[in-house]
């Protein structure tokens, strides 16, 4: 299983927040903007604190809060923004908080005039070619990434790291060119440095092997990549639950239920994006001749994800066979 994330995004969460409570400051500001609406510097101030409350209430499992607090902080980035251009880590900054709020499409908008502003600066092209990627705009992402990657090898080849590869290759796997994602992923596989961590490393394994799994494709090194990504970060639902999926493609049954049964231990049973798990499990149910449980966990994975066909379609052939 793979899962698509706003890369920098995540990466910002795993920085140390600091320990201070925000709000004070906050309030201070706010009453400070009614009195000063045209001031640019307490709209930015506004939105650096709604970020660090943001990034705190994430910390603490306060999802609602954080949620609304990464939308706090967009938004005064976007009032300060209309009032004179931003730097380009602002930018970057706010349209990734805007793609995991889901909002792609603004933050595809947002990016491209910012651009006009900063046309050389590369960091903010990578960031529009994840963001038309988000947006599923992949015939614009590839360009984009494409176009990147010939100025950056003059320019900046610092930035065409495993990073930059490994959003390309996501993007072109997205966007159903799986042999030129394969060679992305491949090289970004190459680039990663050997003192980095484990789940940077795991997750560019796990996707490469279970594209291939789900095209069937190169059955016998996708399952190398699967395990190399379980070896090196063991316990990880979407990784376990790949691992499943090339037993049950490889026939190994057995192996296929023991994974898949670990993985939905390790899984949100009430995370839509999971259904895929369960209906991976009542396959391999079915394929072992287990019909009540090959039921029961597509009524789990139908329940997470009524509109997908694919699995109601799946669990009607089910009921139906004797």
């Known amino acids: ?51 660090e409350k943001a990034r705190r209430d994430d910390a603490e499992n306060r999802r609602a809060e954080a949620k609304e607090s990464y939308r706090n902080s967009a938004e005064y980035d976007r009032k300060a923004f209309a009032l004179a251009p931003g730097e380009p880590g602002e930018y970057i900054r706010t349209a990734e908080i805007l793609q995991y709020l889901g909002q792609t499409s603004a933050a595809v908008e947002m990016l491209t005039t910012a651009r006009t502003v900063h046309p050389t600066d590369i960091p903010m092209r990578i960031a529009l070619a994840e963001a038309f990627s988000a947006a599923r705009e992949f ?12 100025e950056a090898k003059s320019t900046r080849p610092d930035l ?13 796997e997205r966007a159903g060119k799986f042999d030129l994602a394969g060679t992305y992923f491949k090289l970004a596989i190459d680039l990663i440095p050997a003192d980095s961590d484990s789940i940077r490393v795991a997750r560019a394994h796990n996707y490469l092997g279970y594209m291939w799994l789900e095209q069937g494709m190169n059955l016998p090194e996708a399952g190398e990549h699967i395990l190399k990504a379980n070896e090196l970060l063991p316990d990880e639902g979407a990784f376990v639950d790949s691992l499943g999926w090339y037993y049950f493609l490889t026939k190994d049954y057995d192996k296929a239920l023991t994974q898949l049964k670990h993985a939905t231990a390790l899984m949100d049973q009430t995370d839509p994006e999971n259904a895929v798990v369960l209906d991976h499990l009542a396959q391999i149910h079915f394929a072992l001749g287990h019909r009540e449980e090959a039921i029961q966990e597509l009524r789990k994975a139908v329940a997470l994800a009524p509109k997908d066909a694919t699995l109601s379609n799946r669990l009607r052939d089910y009921e139906s066979q004797k």
Not at 3 to 9: H, K, P, Q, S
Not at 160 to 172: I, T, V
């Open 1 to 51: 299983m793979k899962r698509i994330v706003v890369c920098l995004f995540l990466a910002a969460l795993t920085g140390l927040v600091q320990s201070q409570d925000e709000q004070p400051a906050i309030e201070s500001l706010l009453r400070q903007e009614q009195e000063s609406p045209d001031r640019r510097e307490i709209k930015k101030d506004l939105a650096k604190l709604y970020y």
């Open 139 to 150: 015939g614009k992402a590839l360009a984009e990434f494409k176009a990147t990657e010939e």
């Open 160 to 172: 065409l790291d495993d990073s930059f590869y490994f959003s390309f290759g996501a993007a072109a």
